[in-house]
């Protein structure tokens, strides 16, 4: 198990959430909010995601640095090397949250689930937690016209660029963030330079088209316009108006405010530079 401080908090933990908290949607965030009414609020996640082949919202790293944000002062990461995944409740809290942790207060979603076969809910688990003398709170879930709103749902949200969907689920645009790097140099040529970054493929995203956006590049934020798409890797390719300055290898942000439209192929080059210009006064 891995310790990584993020608030140069060293101390064993007061109180702990568990969870993956991918997408740190608008649920996780009520999770957290009762997690920080302790001292050396704490979070033990997992990595890789515990279900195989889960599509990513958020990177791992993306997800550290929102709980930095957050104000959360450390997390404990538990790996496949750990020998974790598959150990049964009993022995989980036992050889983890007393005999590694220390922890008396747990904070836990009302999904919450554990166990080889994820046969314990959060019910059966703070009934075990509490013969051991550790309080566990459960937040119940939060729903959205009486749907809970969950990573699931936000994963098939992005799949469909229900863009709208995503931010009340969230509380905040959807955003992937990474380094640029050099692409083909296209847009260039057509005299729109983008910033160009390469999504890992344990992610999921929009679907492929062009997305209105916000790109945040140093702390600062700009109106932009999105390309997603590509054959053998997906790119995502932003263009900034008016922006001429060399970023490469810094990191960006995207923010993905609503989809324009789908991807198409164009007759000739000028009917391309038309669709672009097009879009970009649909973006800003």
Same mark, same amino acid.
């Given at each position: 198990?891995?310790?990584?401080?993020?608030?140069?908090?060293?101390?064993?933990?007061? &109180? #702990?959430?568990?969870?993956?908290?991918?997408?740190?949607?608008?649920?996780?965030?009520? *999770? +957290?909010?009762? @997690? =920080?009414?302790?001292?050396?609020?704490?979070?033990?996640?997992?990595?890789?995601?515990?279900?195989?082949?889960?599509?990513?919202?958020?990177?791992?790293?993306?997800?550290?640095?929102?709980?930095?944000?957050?104000?959360?002062?450390?997390?404990?990461?538990?790996?496949?090397?750990?020998?974790?995944?598959?150990?049964?409740?009993?022995?989980?809290?036992?050889?983890?949250?007393?005999?590694?942790?220390?922890?008396?207060?747990?904070?836990?979603?009302?999904?919450?689930?554990?166990?080889?076969?994820?046969?314990?809910? &959060? #019910?059966?688990?703070?009934?075990?937690?509490?013969?051991?003398?550790?309080?566990?709170? *459960? +937040?119940?879930? @939060? =729903?959205?016209?009486?749907?809970?709103?969950?990573?699931?749902?936000?994963?098939?949200?992005?799949?469909?660029?229900?863009?709208?969907?995503?931010?009340?689920?969230?509380?905040?645009?959807?955003?992937?963030?990474?380094?640029?790097?050099?692409?083909?140099?296209?847009?260039?040529?057509?005299?729109?330079?983008?910033?160009?970054?390469?999504?890992?493929?344990?992610?999921?995203?929009?679907?492929?088209?062009?997305?209105?956006?916000?790109?945040?590049?140093?702390?600062?934020?700009?109106?932009?316009?999105?390309?997603?798409?590509?054959?053998?890797?997906?790119?995502?390719?932003?263009?900034?108006?008016?922006?001429?300055?060399?970023?490469?290898? =810094?990191?960006?942000?995207?923010?993905?405010?609503?989809?324009?439209?789908?991807?198409?192929?164009?007759?000739?080059?000028?009917?391309?530079?038309?669709?672009?210009?097009?879009?970009?006064?649909?973006?800003?």
């Amino acid at each position: 198990m891995h310790k990584i401080y993020l608030n140069h908090q060293k101390n064993p933990p007061k &109180a #702990l959430a568990i969870g993956v908290f991918d997408g740190l949607h608008l649920g996780h965030y009520n *999770i +957290i909010d009762e @997690l =920080k009414k302790h001292d050396i609020s704490s979070i033990l996640s997992f990595y890789p995601h515990p279900r195989p082949n889960t599509k990513l919202i958020l990177s791992f790293s993306e997800r550290l640095r929102k709980f930095k944000q957050l104000g959360i002062n450390q997390v404990f990461v538990i790996t496949k090397k750990d020998a974790v995944f598959g150990m049964n409740t009993n022995d989980f809290i036992k050889k983890i949250l007393i005999n590694k942790l220390f922890v008396k207060n747990i904070i836990v979603g009302e999904d919450f689930r554990l166990g080889k076969n994820r046969d314990t809910n &959060a #019910l059966i688990f703070k009934e075990l937690c509490s013969k051991e003398g550790i309080n566990v709170v *459960i +937040i119940k879930d @939060l =729903k959205i016209d009486d749907k809970k709103i969950s990573s699931t749902t936000i994963r098939e949200f992005l799949e469909k660029a229900r863009m709208l969907e995503l931010e009340e689920q969230l509380g905040r645009y959807y955003s992937i963030s990474g380094i640029i790097a050099k692409g083909k140099g296209i847009g260039g040529k057509l005299g729109f330079k983008t910033a160009n970054i390469y999504p890992s493929k344990k992610m999921v995203l929009p679907c492929h088209g062009v997305y209105k956006t916000l790109t945040n590049i140093d702390d600062k934020e700009y109106k932009s316009v999105t390309f997603i798409g590509g054959m053998d890797r997906t790119v995502i390719e932003t263009h900034i108006p008016n922006f001429d300055s060399n970023i490469y290898y =810094k990191r960006i942000s995207i923010c993905f405010i609503k989809k324009i439209r789908d991807i198409k192929k164009f007759n000739s080059t000028a009917e391309l530079i038309l669709a672009i210009k097009e879009d970009i006064k649909n973006s800003v």
